[in-house]
């Protein structure tokens, strides 16, 4: 295990409209308030369509490819990340998320795009102090998090 520590700085809470895209409007955001560093949730509907990443493909190859499945009916949502520099210093969502209709329910990353589906709730816990950043690890080409 790695760590760095943080401070708790400025907290941001967005009313997401229909149609917003996830992880866009969050970076896009963080890009604005310049925000390098949070603790991210999110509560709210995802629309039919939506894309999310739903675990790797079986095998040993160095870097697995993602599995990726579509919404196939609007669903219920919550979903917890981080959000940190990557290495060239762009703003990079790590968002993970449940997703559930009747009694079906899918859990994956949504990096691939979630559509909000009218109610999409968002709270933004800035980190401040922090060395932490995402860096390409060469065996398996992930972002991950490096507390340096």
Same mark, same amino acid.
């Given at each position: ?14 009313? +997401? ?8 409007? #969050? =970076?896009?955001?963080? #890009? ?13 509907? @995802?629309? !039919?369509?939506? /894309? $999310? ?7 040993? @190859?160095? %870097?697995?490819?993602?599995?990726? %499945? =579509?919404?196939?009916? !609007?669903?219920? *949502?919550?979903? $917890?990340? %981080? +959000? ?7 703003? /990079?969502?790590?968002?993970? @998320? @449940?997703?559930?209709? =009747?009694?079906?329910?899918? %859990? ?22 922090? !060395? *932490? /950043?995402? /860096? $390409? ?9 490096? !507390?340096?």
């Amino acid at each position: 295990m790695k760590y760095t520590e943080a401070n708790l700085g400025r907290i941001f809470i967005l009313r +997401l409209e229909h149609g917003d895209r996830i992880p866009d409007v #969050i =970076e896009g955001f963080a #890009i604005d308030k310049q925000i390098e560093s949070a603790i991210v949730h999110f509560l709210g509907g @995802a629309d !039919t369509g939506s /894309k $999310v990443v739903v675990g790797p493909e079986e095998g040993a @190859a160095a %870097t697995p490819r993602p599995m990726v %499945t =579509e919404l196939l009916g !609007t669903s219920e *949502a919550v979903g $917890v990340g %981080t +959000l940190f520099l990557n290495e060239q210093n762009k703003h /990079k969502l790590h968002l993970h @998320a @449940a997703f559930g209709r =009747e009694r079906e329910t899918i %859990t994956g990353c949504t990096r691939e795009g979630v559509q909000v589906w009218h109610i999409g709730e968002v709270v933004i816990f800035e980190l401040c102090n922090t !060395t *932490a /950043k995402r /860096k $390409v690890d060469l065996e398996t080409g992930f972002e991950l998090l490096e !507390t340096e």
